[in-house]
């Protein structure tokens, strides 16, 4: 079983709809939860961070854990073209280590 | 703040040659990382660093690979010798303090795209 695990899609949506992306996890002891966005031919970059259960809102992005679950989610309202990118879900385990997820391809029709 | 600056930003070499890559991570962190990404892997950690001494580099894929930090501003993953198989986008990034947890999100640099012919 990998570390952490995506779907790696593509996930199509359109333009306005809800992307709903998953993401398990396999150490019950990780502490750190991100979502990073990264365009084609760019870096990722941060755009979630979650810490505690429960959901955690930033403008049209909602990231939710359930660690008991071992589940992070992060939810894109109202998505626009310009969401469409590859979101990598990253885990900070017990290890002092962060641990990336094969990431999931998003394309939001327009 | 610049955020993490890395040099070259394209690296074409020949098979057998030495290949240095550069990073200046943000000013204040204590953590460095190296991370390489391919479409067939994904992002691999390479090694880490934590107030300059390297504390992980299990990720680091054979003896022909290998990173220094000799001050808290700089980095270097060199490659020696280069095999076409080493072609990737290599990615620096830096973090305040993996101890805690509001403080390990990492910022990454703009990336190193190295082919090797």
């Known amino acids: 079983q990998k570390e952490v695990e995506q779907n790696s899609g593509p996930l199509s949506v359109p333009e306005g709809a809800i992307a709903s992306l998953n993401c398990t996890y396999s150490?019950?002891?990780?502490?750190?939860f991100f979502w990073y966005r990264q365009y084609s031919g760019k870096s990722p970059e941060l755009i979630m961070s979650?810490?505690?259960?429960g959901d955690k809102e930033d403008g049209r992005f909602t990231a939710q854990l359930n660690k008991a679950s071992q589940y992070v989610s992060l939810l894109i309202r109202d998505s626009q073209p310009s969401d469409s990118a590859t979101y990598l879900c990253?885990?900070?385990?017990?290890?002092?280590?962060?641990?990336f997820g094969a990431g999931t391809r998003l394309f939001v029709k327009a | 703040d610049a955020g993490v600056i890395q040099s070259p930003r394209h690296e074409v070499t020949e098979m057998g040659q030495e290949v240095t890559l550069r990073c200046k991570p943000i000013?204040?962190?204590?953590?460095l990382f190296w991370y390489r990404q391919t479409m067939m892997r994904g992002l691999e950690l390479l090694i880490y660093f934590n107030n300059n001494v390297p504390i992980d580099d299990s990720g680091m894929p054979e003896d022909r690979f290998s990173a220094k930090m000799p001050n808290a501003s700089f980095s270097t993953l060199k490659i020696q010798p280069s095999e076409p198989r080493d072609s990737a986008v290599y990615f620096c990034?830096?973090?305040?303090?993996?101890?805690?947890?509001?403080?390990?999100?990492?910022?990454f640099g703009p990336g190193t795209r190295l082919t090797v012919l």
């Open positions: 990034a830096s973090s305040l303090d993996l101890r805690l947890a509001t403080y390990n999100e990492q910022f």
């Open positions: 979650i810490y505690s259960n």
């Open positions: 990253a885990v900070h385990t017990g290890g002092f280590k962060t641990i």
């Open positions: 000013s204040g962190h204590d953590y």
């Open positions: 150490d019950r002891v990780s502490q750190s």
